[in-house]
T-cell receptor, first 116, second 114 residues
Framework: AQSVTQPDIHITVSEGASLELRCNYS??????LFWYVQSPGQGLQLLLK??????LVQGIKGFEAEFKRSQSSFNLRKPSVHWSDAAEYFC??????????????FGQGTTLQVKP | SQTIHQWPATLVQPVGSPLSLECTVE??????LYWYRQAAGRGLQLLFY??????ISSEVPQNLSASRPQDRQFILSSKKLLLSDSGFYLC?????????????FGSGTRLTVV
């Protein structure tokens, strides 16, 4: 069964600094990969997704993520963090061979704090 | 347009009381629907999913049940709440026919069992 690990529970960065949130997955092939963001007390919003093709994917709000098969990773990056990026970030994987049921497995989440 | 509604937003219930959380989707038909729970420090846990009316799959044995009485309605229930049922409950639906379409989430229900 697939699984997702987000090694960093909490990260603090200064506004304007670069950001990288780590995500590692366990799966026998290339899964479907997603990053979601959750503002306090709110639902989740999709930032970006990867299925195949170019391993560097662009998302909303200036985020990007890079799929690295050799490292089983899908890390989220942003060149310059804004105070409004403070939120909780979730990495998720889906089994492309179970596409009909469409279950997503989420990591534990990383809470991002932005210092002024 | 396609939207998802979830209510109530906040709920405080005593131990042993029943629970009913409702999720409805507008602007689509025959969506895949999902219930997730987010407990403090534990990420999102998939509880139930449904690929059609009356079709419910349970991912985690627990004190909860789910039903789908109508195509775009998904209900999460409990006959007797436990303290451990506290958490943030999220409903989601899949935008398209395949997983690569991703999910859209409702705004969630904060349940506190006292």
């Amino acid at each position: 069964a697939q699984s997702v690990t987000q090694p960093d529970i909490h990260i603090t960065v200064s506004e304007g600094a670069s950001l990288e949130l780590r995500c590692n997955y366990s799966y026998g092939a290339t899964p479907y990969l997603f990053w979601y963001v959750q503002s306090p007390g709110q639902g989740l919003q999709l930032l970006l997704k990867y299925f195949s093709g170019d391993t560097l994917v662009q998302g909303i709000k200036g985020f990007e993520a890079e799929f690295k098969r050799s490292q089983s990773s899908f890390n989220l990056r942003k060149p310059s963090v804004h105070w409004s990026d403070a939120a909780e970030y979730f990495c998720a994987v889906g089994d492309p061979f179970s596409s009909n049921t469409g279950k997503l497995i989420f990591g534990q989440g990383t809470t991002l704090q932005v210092k002024p | 347009s396609q939207t998802i509604h979830q209510w109530p937003a906040t709920l405080v219930q005593p131990v042993g009381s029943p629970l009913s959380l409702e999720c409805t989707v507008e602007g689509t038909s025959n969506p895949n629907l999902y219930w997730y729970r987010q407990a403090a420090g534990r990420g999102l846990q998939l509880l139930f999913y449904s690929v059609g009316i009356g079709q419910i799959s349970s991912e985690v044995p627990q004190n909860l049940s789910a039903s789908r009485p109508q195509d775009r309605q998904f209900i999460l229930s409990s006959k007797k709440l436990l303290l451990s049922d506290s958490g943030f409950y999220l409903c989601a639906w899949r935008v398209g026919p395949y997983l690569d379409y991703g999910y859209t989430f409702g705004s969630g229900t904060r349940l506190t069992v006292v």
